[in-house]
């Protein structure tokens, strides 16, 4: 099982595939390099890295800032955006042009979403775990994610607390929304999870791994063995894991 060694770890495992990074079971190099290596990874994912450049903006001129020639969508002020999340404005600023850069209409459809989250496991078929995860950022289910929807899921995976992180994770994978992981929804999210990480990365994976590790997993955190993971249940296992805890910190100062 060379796939994730703590099956509990599988869930924040699952949220850390927002980032393109793997783990392989190697030791890690040193915190730097680590976080360094993270953080340039992030902003290619946001296309940041492949942005063209750009003027320096001033951090007083909120319209230059946003300012765009095609935007449907104009995002809130960054005033208020700092106001809402965690973030600094020059950190905004960073995010919105990456965002732009990849949705210049201001917005993002499920399609688009796929598609840029595809190309950082194109080893294998991202497209159901990125649908799972542009549910958890298109919280007023409108069917698009808009650059607010997006900075307050990150705020909260790379700045909010750990019940706050674990909230998020959670919600992640309850499926329907009514306050609970089943067996079904946890093997659905686990299947993605393989499919998204492809066959080529793990040729000797069984076809019975997702629901061993489902198993693991309800045997873990199913505390009163009722057939399902309440938020409450996930949250006290996950804190008295140490290596979920540990896991956690890689979000901190990603950027």
Known sequence: MAFIPQT????????????????????NPSNSQSKKSIKQRFLKLLA??????????????????????????????????QEQTKFTKKELQVLYRGFKNECPSGVVNEENFKT????????????????????????DKNGSVSFEDFVFGLSIILRGTINDRLNWAFNLYDLNKDGCITKEEMLDIMKSIYDMMGKCTYPNMQDEAPREHVENFFQKMDRNKDGVVTIEEFIESCQKDENIMQSMQLFDNVI
């Not at 509990?8 to 030791?27: D, E, I, M, T, Y």
């Not at 001129?61 to 955006?81: A, G, Q, Y």
């Not at 840029?116 to 919280?139: R, V």
Request: hydrophobic share 35%; aromatic share 12%; net charge negative.
């Open 8 to 27: 509990a770890g599988v869930l924040l495992k699952g949220v850390k595939g927002l980032f393109p990074w793997r783990s392989s079971g190697k030791s």
């Open 48 to 81: 940041c890295c492949s942005a063209p450049a750009t003027p320096s903006v001033s951090e007083n001129s909120i319209e230059d800032d946003f300012e765009l020639s095609t935007v449907c969508h104009r995002p809130e002020s960054m005033d208020k955006l």
């Open 116 to 139: 840029i989250y595809s190309q950082f496991f194109p080893q294998g078929d991202s497209s159901m775990y990125a649908h799972f995860l542009f549910e958890a950022f298109d919280t």
